[in-house]
């Protein structure tokens, strides 16, 4: 079974992610289903795809993160995603960018700070409110199944006093949503599509600054 697993991992090899990383990552995601018994880390409907539709899903990013960058926030990261699994194989390729998992939730904030010992992880939980902070800095700002895309933009204008890169998940509205914000906002971005759903997007925004 494990092995008929780690095969499924093999798309990441066109992100240039090694083999040698994916029993790391399936053994995060063996993890993620056994504390998903107790808790709500993911949805009971995507566990039986949870390769695809988590480890790979937030994985593909990989290639459009700086590998220069020294931090690397993750908005909302409740079970990891992608924090953790960035944090994983940016950890096989030797980076010494860090990760700062922001997540109010207790229970899921100690599962964070269990994967993170466990895999010996460059990587921090915040158990804080984001939308309480300020003057946050970070090289790079990611988000995955957190907020609005109008929201997150208003977080990082009011909350965030230095920051170079955004990275969104988007789902199948993902350009829509996109048009909508710039009516209000002025940024440079790239739309790249995603490689687990053909009907959703990443998007990577530079030069946010508001009308």
């Not at 940016?90 to 964070?112: A, P, R, V």
């Not at 939308?131 to 009011?158: G, S």
Request: hydrophobic share 40%.
């Amino acid at each position: 079974m494990i092995e008929s697993n780690l095969k499924k991992y093999s798309q990441l090899e066109t992100l240039n992610v090694s083999r040698e990383t994916f029993p790391a990552l399936e053994e995060f995601r063996s993890f993620l289903l056994s504390e998903n018994k107790i808790m709500n880390l993911i949805s009971k409907s995507s566990e039986r795809d949870s390769i695809k539709r988590h480890i790979i899903d937030s994985a593909q990013v990989i290639d459009i993160i700086d590998k220069n960058a020294k931090t690397c926030v993750d908005l909302g990261s409740g079970s990891g995603l992608p924090g953790l699994v960035l944090a994983i194989i940016f950890k096989k390729k030797g980076s010494t960018i860090k990760f700062e998992l922001y997540e109010k939730s207790q229970k899921k904030s100690n599962f964070l700070r269990k994967m993170i010992k466990h895999f010996d992880l460059n990587a921090e939980v915040k158990q804080k409110n984001i939308f309480e902070e300020r003057k946050l800095k970070a090289d790079i700002i990611i988000a995955r199944a957190f907020k609005p895309l109008q929201t997150i933009l208003e977080l990082i204008d009011k909350k965030f006093v230095q920051y170079n890169r955004l990275i969104f998940f988007l789902g199948k509205s993902g350009r829509v949503v996109i048009n909508e914000c710039l009516k209000s906002w002025k940024f440079d971005y790239q739309i790249i599509k995603s490689l687990t759903d053909v009907n959703s997007v990443i998007v990577k925004i530079n030069n946010l600054r508001k009308i």
